[in-house]
């Protein structure tokens, strides 16, 4: 079983940056690959991105691609995701999940969920 806890959330303005990281507690942690999804109020969960168990291949939705950047350190039991050239359109409750199915894009495949952190951005 994997536990997650996301910090990183914050209030920033249009074309800043913030780093999301995501704690995982649990020996499986580097037997699973990880996910970024987002969730706007009034809006469905959305695949943001995902990495590998190795992180040797990442995933992004088209509409962070070039913006965002997930990666992870196995050694520290983390995942991270690196948001820059904010927009207001970015701005959710972000969550962590560990991922048990085959297609990353989809939330129902992840297991394990953190509580999510809030990310805004003022225009």
């Known amino acids: 079983q994997v536990q997650l806890v996301e910090s990183g959330g914050g209030l920033v303005q249009a074309g800043g940056s913030l780093r999301l990281s995501c704690a995982a507690s649990?020996?499986?942690?580097?037997?699973?690959?990880m996910g970024w999804f987002r969730q706007a109020p009034g809006l469905e969960r959305e695949f943001v991105a995902a990495?590998?168990?190795?992180?040797?291949?990442?995933y992004y939705a088209d509409s962070v691609k070039g913006r965002f950047t997930i990666s992870r350190d196995n050694a520290k039991n983390t995942v991270y995701l690196q948001m820059n050239s904010l927009k207001p359109e970015d701005t959710a409750v972000y969550y962590c999940?560990?991922?048990?199915?085959?297609?990353?894009?989809?939330?129902?495949?992840?297991?394990?969920w953190g509580q999510g952190t809030q990310v805004t951005v003022s225009s």
């Open positions: 999940a560990a991922q048990v199915g085959s297609r990353y894009f989809i939330a129902k495949e992840y297991a394990y």
């Open positions: 649990g020996r499986t942690f580097t037997y699973v690959n």
């Open positions: 990495i590998t168990r190795s992180g040797d291949i990442t």
